[in-house]
């Protein structure tokens, strides 16, 4: 059987605070998530981070 080691997180623009990415992380990992992406709420490539449930 497969293990879940994973968990699924959220991916909030900083900007305007809207989720926009989903994905998953393995549940050991104790870095947070810091990404460049594009919100296309904002139109443009804003800082993504991690949400909390
Ligand atoms: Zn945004």
Redo the contacts with the bound molecule.
């Keep these: 059987m497969a293990e879940k080691k994973r968990n699924l997180v959220k991916l909030k623009?900083e900007?305007?605070k809207?989720i926009?990415y989903y994905l998953w992380k393995k549940k050991s990992a104790e870095y947070k998530l810091n990404l460049k992406k594009y919100?296309k709420?904002?139109k443009k490539h804003?800082v993504h981070k991690e949400a909390k449930k």
């Design positions: 623009c900007n305007c809207k926009n919100c709420y904002c804003t």
